[in-house]
């Protein structure tokens, strides 16, 4: 059975596309069959985290309008076994984009795929719809500013009753912030009113990797590397422990 989930978050700049690219890599690395799906369209850069930007040369929406098939516009990664990316268009298409030609592509997707993870624009609007259409799951990312996690709550608000499983992940998580802020990762739970699948701690790896577009669980086995496997494996249902931060 093959899961779809959509990582959002409604603000910007939360971490969506790190997260997307370092759980995708763990997921592939623990031997299942992973296709991300980049729906920022415009925005796009998931192919520069992880180092496939010569390669996407097809979009998604090549896909949805019958131009290419799956087959072709999703690119292997040459160091991941089992980990495609399908990239999305550097220009907003001409017509608009069809949820039921979205669904379509992702049923196809589910025969190929163990798991497809689609990394959202931010804010709410069509291209937000667009990757939650067809998701099984959702997990929105926040990190502990309130901006940031009003914004999960809205966001959340959007989902419920469309999307079965949402939960909440806290990125760029800095322990002895947190203390002089007198809050804690229950706190962000609450704000967001979700279940935690995990946290990430602040990082400088992160952004070092994507600007070598080298994906993490490559290159680092520590910090938010250790939380994106955790996290991987949270996904495959796997009990794994809260990661300790110090
Ligand atoms: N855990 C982390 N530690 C340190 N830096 C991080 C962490 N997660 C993300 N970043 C950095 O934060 C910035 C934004 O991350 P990213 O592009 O993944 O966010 P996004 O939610 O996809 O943004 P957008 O809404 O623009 O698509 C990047 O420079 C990234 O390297
Ligand atoms: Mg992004």
Same mark, same amino acid.
Request: aromatic share 2%.
């Given at each position: 059975m093959s899961t779809a989930i959509v990582i959002t978050s409604g603000?910007? &700049?939360?971490g969506k596309t790190s997260l997307t690219g370092g759980v995708a890599s763990c997921l592939a690395a623990l031997g299942h069959r992973v296709l991300c799906i980049d729906?920022?369209? &415009?925005?796009?850069n998931l192919d520069l985290t992880l180092g496939l930007s010569d390669r996407a040369l097809m979009d998604f929406t090549d896909v949805l309008s019958g131009r290419c098939t799956l087959e072709r516009a999703a690119v292997p990664h040459p160091e991941i076994q089992g980990l495609f990316l399908l990239t999305a268009p550097v220009n907003l298409p001409g017509t608009p984009l069809d949820e039921a030609a979205m669904k379509a592509l992702l049923r196809q997707a589910r025969e190929q795929y163990d798991y497809i993870l689609m990394d959202s624009p931010a804010g709410l609007g069509e291209g937000f719809r667009l990757a939650c259409c067809g998701a099984d799951r959702a997990v929105v990312v926040s990190t502990t500013d309130a901006s940031a996690l009003r914004d999960a709550q809205r966001t959340v608000a959007v989902l419920r009753g469309r999307i079965p499983r949402i939960h909440l992940v806290v990125n760029r998580v800095q322990p002895k912030l947190l203390r002089r802020l007198h809050t804690t990762i229950d706190d962000a739970m609450d704000t967001a009113g979700l279940p935690l699948l995990g946290i990430v701690p602040e990082d400088p790896q992160v952004l070092l990797c994507a600007n070598q577009g080298t994906p993490l669980i490559l290159r680092a086995s520590r910090g938010a590397a250790i939380a994106y496997l955790n996290i991987a494996r949270r996904l495959l249902g796997q009990r794994v422990p809260l990661m300790k931060l110090h």
């Amino acid at each position: 059975m093959s899961t779809a989930i959509v990582i959002t978050s409604g603000k910007g &700049g939360t971490g969506k596309t790190s997260l997307t690219g370092g759980v995708a890599s763990c997921l592939a690395a623990l031997g299942h069959r992973v296709l991300c799906i980049d729906m920022d369209i &415009g925005l796009r850069n998931l192919d520069l985290t992880l180092g496939l930007s010569d390669r996407a040369l097809m979009d998604f929406t090549d896909v949805l309008s019958g131009r290419c098939t799956l087959e072709r516009a999703a690119v292997p990664h040459p160091e991941i076994q089992g980990l495609f990316l399908l990239t999305a268009p550097v220009n907003l298409p001409g017509t608009p984009l069809d949820e039921a030609a979205m669904k379509a592509l992702l049923r196809q997707a589910r025969e190929q795929y163990d798991y497809i993870l689609m990394d959202s624009p931010a804010g709410l609007g069509e291209g937000f719809r667009l990757a939650c259409c067809g998701a099984d799951r959702a997990v929105v990312v926040s990190t502990t500013d309130a901006s940031a996690l009003r914004d999960a709550q809205r966001t959340v608000a959007v989902l419920r009753g469309r999307i079965p499983r949402i939960h909440l992940v806290v990125n760029r998580v800095q322990p002895k912030l947190l203390r002089r802020l007198h809050t804690t990762i229950d706190d962000a739970m609450d704000t967001a009113g979700l279940p935690l699948l995990g946290i990430v701690p602040e990082d400088p790896q992160v952004l070092l990797c994507a600007n070598q577009g080298t994906p993490l669980i490559l290159r680092a086995s520590r910090g938010a590397a250790i939380a994106y496997l955790n996290i991987a494996r949270r996904l495959l249902g796997q009990r794994v422990p809260l990661m300790k931060l110090h």
